[in-house]
């Protein structure tokens, strides 16, 4: 673990080759079995809220029913998540080609929201947690294979995959000093092995 501006990290973010493939996934990470959907900010779960409409043309009829009875966050203030559909599918979840792929970022896209998603789905899989200060981690799980395969065929470092999120969570200044010492690590790494 390393600090950047009070910042807690886990070193697998550097370390970690990670390129998502939606193509081998499917968009496992939308659709895992568990109990909870994605984690949400206070904040999050006004905006999730108010994405419900945008977003509802993309949505299937079983989320739009689901959604209509049980409402789209469960949990309560500190501890929001997604509401999810038989304890798998997010219920904004929408079948692309066989993928899952998420209604609020299709609105998002389109211009209809000015919400992407929960931070906590644009930042997978990294995790951001309360250790005394934030402390962002690399939490690996088997549905991500291909992307551990693909990020290593493509020589992509999950930190560099992550920018346009570690950037949203924490500010684009952070993310370069996050960068400058990666590239500084590999130096030191490359230096060593000669």
């Known amino acids: ?16 080759q990670f390129l998502c493939d939606l193509n ?13 959907g994605a984690p949400l900010s206070n904040d999050e779960a006004q905006e999730i809220r108010d994405a419900v409409e945008p977003s509802s043309k993309y949505l299937t009829m079983e989320s739009l029913r689901v959604i209509a009875e049980q409402g789209v966050v469960v949990g309560e203030k500190g501890d ?13 979840v929408f079948y692309e080609n066989g993928a899952a792929k998420c209604a ?21 899989p990294a995790r951001v947690t309360d250790f005394g200060g934030p402390y962002v ?24 995959m992550l920018e346009e999120s570690l950037v949203r969570a924490f500010g684009r200044e952070w993310y370069e000093r996050l960068q400058e ?12 092995d000669n």
Do not use: W
């Not at 673990?1 to 070193?11: C, K, P, R, Y």
């Not at 609020?104 to 997978?124: D, M, Q, V």
């Open 1 to 16: 673990m390393f600090v950047i501006d009070s910042i807690l990290v886990d070193e697998h973010l550097l370390e970690t």
């Open 24 to 36: 081998k996934c499917h968009g496992a990470c939308c659709t895992m079995k568990g109990g909870a």
């Open 80 to 92: 929001y998540t997604t509401r999810c559909i038989d304890d798998a599918d997010c219920v904004f």
């Open 104 to 124: 609020i970022e299709r609105a998002y896209f389109n211009g209809e929201t000015s919400f992407r998603k929960p931070i906590s789905c644009h930042l997978f």
């Open 137 to 160: 981690y690399y939490e690996e799980i088997p549905e991500c294979r291909p992307a551990l395969a693909n990020g290593k065929e493509q020589g992509v470092p999950a930190y560099a």
């Open 181 to 192: 010492f990666a590239k500084s690590r590999q130096k030191v790494s490359q230096t060593a």
